[in-house]
């Protein structure tokens, strides 16, 4: 099966621009997560969504961070303005439910931010 | 605070050689726990995935036990090939009033050399 496709693969941008990043998940997952992996740490959770509704964004930084899953299929990760501390790799990951045992994480956007 | 901890942080170990990576978690409710590999620049892929009454499990050269007593999973890699260079990321899941989350450790940065 297709795995957990994300794109661009890498961003470069200057500090106080915007970016966008896109996920699409594995066909018929229902839960979609959107993690950023500092260099060095492991995943942080910024978002969780089940379907088109939001779970859990209490570690999203609303002032800056924002995201959205129109139809419950693909979704979107926004940061504007950007600041140097969020570069970091960004990790899309969907499931079906956990319970499943499917979790399938993407390969990820590189985020430089100069 | 529910907490995930891995040791060492890094590791350096010669081709053909064994290895052992802990975890050590402090999670409460406990769903499962779970060992993810990660390759430079790319997401994490699932390893192994241990339920509460799994005490060992094993995925080719990968061995994972689990200690639900005391709160202590571990790694171990047989006979280690080049390709085992990687970020080993203990993950475990906590579930409460239907949600899911993922707990990652900082992870275990393996360096394989010949």
């Known amino acids: 099966e297709a795995g957990v496709a994300q794109s661009p693969r890498y961003k470069i941008i200057e500090k106080r621009q915007s970016v966008a990043f896109w996920c699409n998940p594995i066909?018929?997952?229902?839960?979609l997560y959107w993690y950023q992996q500092i260099l060095g740490q492991g995943p942080k959770l910024l978002i969780q969504?089940?379907?088109?509704?939001?779970?859990?964004d209490s570690q999203l930084p609303k002032d800056r961070f924002s995201a959205e899953r129109l139809k419950g299929v693909d979704s979107t990760l926004k940061i504007q303005p950007a600041k140097l501390e969020d570069s970091a790799v960004y990790l899309c990951a969907s499931s079906p439910r956990l319970s499943d045992e499917k979790l399938f994480f993407g390969s990820g956007t590189q985020l430089s931010v100069l | 605070k529910n907490q995930v901890e891995q040791s060492p942080q890094s590791l350096i170990i010669l081709e053909g050689k064994n290895c052992t990576l802990q975890?050590?978690?402090?999670?409460?409710?406990?769903?499962?726990l779970r060992w993810y590999k990660q390759d430079t620049g790319r997401g994490p892929v699932s390893l192994t995935i241990?339920?509460?009454?799994?005490n060992t499990k094993s995925n080719g050269r990968y061995t994972a036990t689990l200690d639900a007593d005391t709160k202590q999973s571990s790694l171990h890699i047989t006979a280690s090939q080049l390709s085992d260079s990687a970020s080993y990321i203990c993950?475990?899941?906590?579930?409460?009033?239907?949600?899911?989350?993922?707990?990652f450790g900082t992870g275990t940065r393996l360096q394989v050399f010949p």
């Open positions: 066909s018929g997952h229902a839960t």
């Open positions: 993950v475990v899941i906590t579930s409460s009033y239907n949600t899911d989350k993922l707990i």
């Open positions: 969504f089940q379907n088109n509704g939001v779970v859990d």
């Open positions: 975890c050590n978690y402090t999670v409460s409710p406990f769903s499962n």
């Open positions: 241990m339920t509460f009454s799994e």
